[in-house]
């Protein structure tokens, strides 16, 4: 149940599109395709953006998106916008358990 | 409307015990697994357990596994989460989550804060 290794940091400007990547192990990233993303807020509850891998829950912009490459997935964030700024946590399905990732801090300039 | 409300956190001393509470409401409560996750100050998430719809699975992180027991009554609507053996390393506020699919939390409630200190 190692956390998966998350960027601590991120950082563009207005319109930019920005990539975090989630890093874990063939027990959890790269042995399912159940990879979520979540956007915290400060003092809010974590939101769902992405799950499976790439899919959108209903309400979520377009502008996000995800993917996966072996044992790394990544979310993209397209045409950033000052409301975008919050901490991002990646997890994955490691059968049985859930592992999170280290949450990656993102910056609209 | 889906709605999460944890409660029962408080300040308990080391070596202590506490049981929280969530209350579902706007969804089939007992057609999902739920799960609890912690958020320590200024840190990460950190999954800690998770119940089936029926109650008959449950499985744990290692850091809290023998020490918390997670359950559900589906009659009231309710998650619990038994905490004994309380450690300071405990301290956080704990989010009660409905799992959509194989880990995707799709609704969260706004955490119960838990403090372990003498």
């Known amino acids: 149940q190692s956390a998966l290794t998350q960027p601590p940091s991120a950082s563009g400007s207005p319109g930019q599109s920005v990539t975090i990547s989630c890093t874990g192990t063939?027990?959890?990233?790269?042995?399912?395709?159940?990879v979520s993303w979540y956007q915290q807020h400060p003092g809010k509850a974590p939101k769902l953006m992405i799950y499976?891998?790439?899919k959108r829950p209903s309400g979520v912009p377009d502008r996000f998106s995800g993917s996966k490459s072996g044992n790394t997935a990544s979310l993209t964030v397209s045409g950033l916008q000052a409301e975008d700024e919050a901490d991002y946590y990646c997890?994955?399905?490691?059968?049985?358990?859930?592992?999170f990732g280290g949450g990656t801090k993102l910056t609209v300039l | 409307e889906v709605q999460l409300v944890e409660s029962g956190g408080v300040v308990v001393q080391p070596g202590g015990s506490l049981r929280l509470s969530c209350a579902a409401s706007?969804?089939?409560?007992?057609?999902?697994?739920m799960h609890w996750v912690r958020q320590a100050p200024g840190k990460g998430l950190e999954w800690v357990s998770l119940?089936?719809?029926?109650?008959?699975?449950?499985y744990y992180a290692d850091s809290v596994k023998g020490r918390f027991t997670i359950s559900r009554d589906n009659s009231k609507n309710s998650l619990y989460l038994q905490m004994n053996s309380l450690r300071t390393e405990d301290t956080a506020l704990y989010y009660c989550?409905?799992?959509?699919?194989?880990?995707?939390?799709?609704?969260w409630g706004q955490g119960t804060l838990v403090t372990v200190s003498s």
């Open positions: 119940i089936s719809w029926d109650g008959g699975s449950t």
């Open positions: 997890s994955s399905y490691a059968g049985s358990s859930v592992v």
């Open positions: 989550a409905k799992d959509e699919d194989y880990g995707s939390l799709d609704y």
């Open positions: 706007g969804f089939t409560f007992d057609d999902y697994t």
């Open positions: 063939s027990s959890d990233v790269g042995g399912y395709n159940y």
């Open positions: 499976e891998v790439s």
